[in-house]
């Protein structure tokens, strides 16, 4: 990820708008986004709700920060890691297509 051409900003989270993102029939449950686009960088606070599941693999390249809870990240290859709050996980574009859930919640600061 480069970070050209970025004006320096500062984000008030309360003042973004909240967007709602429920699962397909792949996945399940409902996550929350507040996203602060600017440039080619994405920035969000995303919250996932109790038995969230993702309902499609994603090769985009994240940094992912857990702020609370935890998350359950399978890659396709079979892997599965666990980040709690207080971690993160980074992987580049191409770099292991991923899918996450949480079976209790979590809150994520996550920048593609």
């Not at 003042?15 to 996203?35: D, F, S, Y």
């Not at 709700?49 to 990240?73: F, M, N, R, S």
Request: aromatic share 8%.
């Amino acid at each position: 990820m480069n970070i050209d051409s970025v004006p320096f900003t500062a984000i008030d989270w309360q003042a973004v708008a909240q967007t709602e993102h429920r699962a397909g029939p792949e996945g399940a449950g409902t996550a929350w986004w507040r996203t602060v686009q600017v440039g080619a960088l994405r920035v969000r606070l995303v919250e996932y709700a109790p038995g969230y599941a993702a309902d499609h693999w994603c090769a985009k390249g994240h940094v992912v920060h857990v702020l609370e809870g935890e998350i359950q990240t399978r890659l396709k290859d079979g892997r599965v890691f666990v980040t709690r709050a207080g971690q993160t996980w980074i992987a580049g574009d191409g770099d292991g297509e991923h899918r996450s859930s949480t079976r209790d919640g979590a809150r994520l600061f996550i920048v593609d």
